[in-house]
């Protein structure tokens, strides 16, 4: 405390919408950002850019924000990411906000980087955790090759982190918040270099992991796609929802919306199945909150089974097969009794 | 002709890549015997750069930074089929964060020359960030669209891609000079030929360092990087493992039957 202490500008939630939805994500963040804006003795404020987007403002100063930057505008309807960028950029310039947090969307992975590197200052990716430390720094944690890395910013302003969905829990919404709503132009960009010439949509099949009760995840061990296609009919056969590893999914064997953890999704199964992953920290942070968790994997040393409930060493590409006949017979008994 | 520029990046397998430990003390990666291969998204973006050089007059400059051993990640890009590889490589560069990083690369592509297409994977495999791509484009204030899954069109001044969004994808056009991240969906990359490698002997990689790029100092590695790691906390599992024995089948049967125990089969 031998420092004076410095004011210190607004905490700021850049919130996002589709087809004028807010996002789910956007008011987690809010809830852990009004923490961290008490905590310092600062404002927090957001920055919505969409169209026809006005009633969604009220549930921002509902999760917390006490101001509410709104681009509601066609130029904003889409994300864009000259506009975007630009018209974030120069308002952080303005007030110079002490934190930035977006959410680890499409959008937001790749906005993120751009403002970042515009303002000149650090970004980290998709932490699991957001703390103050001693000296008043946001410590960023991520996870790392076995273990948790707290990642700072001591320099420069604002402090930046993208955060995925789930990872924090929305706050009750309270309506009885005021906020201040500030109206945002488009921002005059002469060159049009890049043009969203169309959007669209594509639901995924199958359960969704995030409200799956069973999620059964595979990884590298599964060796080639015949093994994959294994983990898959395990997943079928159990009605759950399909996940998956960076690795698996760097093969080709699975698609990228499968990836589960720091940089995937969060999921909290009521039944967890690892199937031939060697329990990286990237993707176990994502099940964390599962009920219970089985690993199957052919090394009896693998880190996965210091961090399940339990454990069975086998190959998978054998023990696989074997288990959904197993299954199999169980469900068969089921039908006929 | 047409000038791209992809940059890749030497990771630990991501296959035996739980080997990787952190040294509580020193707060660096124990990487143990893990080997380094190009980052398998990087691979995609080397692709797309062959493909067009199989239909258009096209060089292929292969960029990677990293300490001297990463000279043959870009080797191996060469061997694929790049035409000049250029190696950022300076005891300085070393721990930088993707700002730091971004900017040396950048400042490495504008010594390369005129540049039309520059492509990137969308994420490395260790770091799991996907920052590089995207500063790179704002160092050097061009375009970017990142998590390209299909080049849809490929004209001298403008192309046409289809990117990956949250429940879909969005068709852009994009003005050159610009840059592109991809994912594993935009091609299957070929694996190395025999013929790939004899060819590859009689390419040079250069090798620059922080002179060459004339930068300073301060803006590059550890001095360069905003972020810094902090700290290390191991994390520890409230889990105790119960492993389940006997022969193959007796394991299965005992998993069902504890599945059978949580109520959900």
């Known amino acids: 405390m031998a420092e004076q202490k410095k004011s210190v500008g607004s905490v700021w939630v850049i919130a996002e919408q589709i087809d004028c939805r807010l996002l789910s994500v956007s008011t987690q963040l809010l809830g852990k950002a009004r923490k961290l804006a008490d905590e310092l003795h600062t404002s927090l404020e957001t920055i919505l850019l969409g169209d026809n987007i006005d009633r969604q403002t009220q549930q921002l100063i509902a999760a917390g924000a006490e101001r509410v930057y709104l681009g509601n505008t066609p130029e904003f309807a889409f994300y864009h990411p000259e506009i975007y960028t630009e018209t974030i950029v120069s308002l952080a310039r303005e007030h110079k906000p002490e934190i930035i947090l977006m959410g680890s969307t499409s959008a937001g992975r790749e906005l993120a980087p751009l403002v970042a590197a515009r303002l000149e200052t650090g970004l980290t990716a998709h932490c699991i955790d957001l703390v103050l430390d001693e000296d008043r720094n946001l410590e960023q944690r991520i996870p790392a090759y076995g273990g948790l890395l707290s990642i700072i910013c001591p320099e420069r302003r604002p402090q930046m982190a993208t955060i995925a969905k789930g990872v924090f829990s929305a706050p009750e919404p309270d309506e009885t918040r005021t906020g201040e709503i500030i109206a945002l132009g488009a921002p005059d960009i002469a060159s049009q270099r890049i043009q969203t010439l169309e959007i669209i949509r594509e639901e995924p099949e199958g359960v969704p992991l995030e409200s799956a009760d069973i999620v059964v995840a595979g990884g590298a061990g599964a060796g080639d796609r015949e093994g994959w296609s294994k983990i898959s009919e395990l997943a079928n056969t159990l009605n759950a929802a399909l996940g998956s590893t960076r690795p698996a999914v760097d093969e080709g064997w699975t698609e990228l919306t499968t990836m589960i953890g720091q940089s995937g999704k969060m999921v909290s199964p009521q039944l967890y199945i690892g199937v031939g992953l060697s329990g990286e920290q990237q993707h176990l942070v994502g099940v964390v909150d599962a009920k219970v968790m089985v690993a199957i994997n052919n090394d009896d040393k693998s880190p996965v089974f210091e961090q399940v409930d339990f454990g069975i060493v086998e190959d998978c590409r054998e023990f696989v097969p074997v288990l959904i006949e197993k299954i199999k017979a169980y469900q068969e008994r089921l039908t006929v009794c | ?265």
Do not use: H
Request: hydrophobic share 40%; aromatic share 4%; proline share 6%.
């Open chain 2, 1 to 265: 002709m047409l000038n791209i520029v992809v940059c890749v990046k030497g990771v630990p397998d991501p296959k035996q890549a739980c080997n990787i430990k952190i040294d509580p003390d020193t707060k660096t990666l124990l990487r143990c015997d893990v080997p380094m291969v190009v980052n398998p998204l990087d691979k995609n973006a080397m692709e797309v750069a062959l493909q067009l050089k199989a239909k258009t007059d096209a060089r292929i400059t292969v960029l990677s930074m990293g300490p001297p051993e990463a000279g043959n990640i870009v080797k191996e890009c060469l061997a694929l089929g790049g035409d000049q590889g250029i190696l950022l490589s300076d005891p300085a560069f070393g721990g930088a964060d993707t700002f730091a990083t971004a900017y040396t690369l950048a400042k490495g592509i504008q010594k390369i020359g005129p540049y039309d297409v520059i492509l990137c994977g969308m994420a490395s495999s260790d770091g799991s960030t996907e920052w590089v791509g995207p500063q790179i484009a704002t160092f050097l204030k061009i375009p970017v669209v990142t998590m390209v899954k299909e080049v849809v069109e490929t004209d001298p001044s403008t192309w046409k891609v289809k990117a990956n969004i949250d429940n879909g994808y969005r068709l852009m056009q994009v003005k050159l000079p610009a840059l592109f991240t991809v994912t594993r969906e935009v091609n299957t990359p070929k694996n190395l030929s025999f013929s790939g490698i004899i060819k590859a002997r009689k390419k040079e990689i250069e090798q620059w360092g922080i002179d060459d790029l004339g930068v300073s100092q301060g803006s590059v590695g550890l001095k360069g990087s905003p972020t810094i790691v902090s700290q290390l906390n191991t994390k520890v599992s409230n889990r105790n493992v119960e492993f389940i024995k006997g022969t193959r089948e007796e394991k299965a049967e005992s998993l069902v039957q504890k599945l059978i125990g949580t109520g959900l089969l």
